[in-house]
């Protein structure tokens, strides 16, 4: 399987930044962040594929960024302006996303199949 491994979490006020980075033992079409909060379900954050192609959940347009080092296989996100919303396990994630359905961008929900330890996250006053 591939092995993937988090860095970069952390404790922060509200409106400060962390950048998560995730590094993976071989590539993979698509490498994601999920989060997972404490009593909630997990959610994608942020998918990218080896084209470069991102997506991101609605509640972080804007203030999170996703990229992808295709020769190192690493995978980072950057978070601006931390609410304590984003408070959460952050995982990585690879996979090699939906082909067989002719989908050629990177889901949020499935195409997974490699997941990191985690990260925490806290964003707090």
């Known amino acids: 399987q591939v092995q993937l491994a988090e860095s970069g979490g952390g404790s922060v006020q509200p409106g400060g930044s962390l950048r998560l980075s995730c590094t993976a033992s071989s590539s993979t079409f698509c490498m994601g962040w999920f989060r997972q909060a404490p009593g909630r379900q997990r959610e994608g954050v942020a998918a990218i594929d080896s084209d470069g192609g991102s997506t991101y959940l609605d509640s972080v347009k804007g203030r999170f960024t996703v990229s992808k080092d295709n020769a190192k296989n690493t995978l980072s996100l950057q978070m601006n302006s931390l609410e304590p919303e984003d408070t959460a396990m952050y995982y990585c994630?690879?996979?090699?996303?939906?082909?067989?359905?002719?989908?050629?961008?990177?889901?949020?929900?499935?195409?997974?199949?490699?997941w990191g330890q985690g990260t925490q996250v806290t964003v707090s006053s």
């Open positions: 994630a690879a996979g090699v996303g939906l082909p067989f359905m002719g989908v050629k961008t990177c889901e949020l929900n499935e195409g997974y199949d490699y």
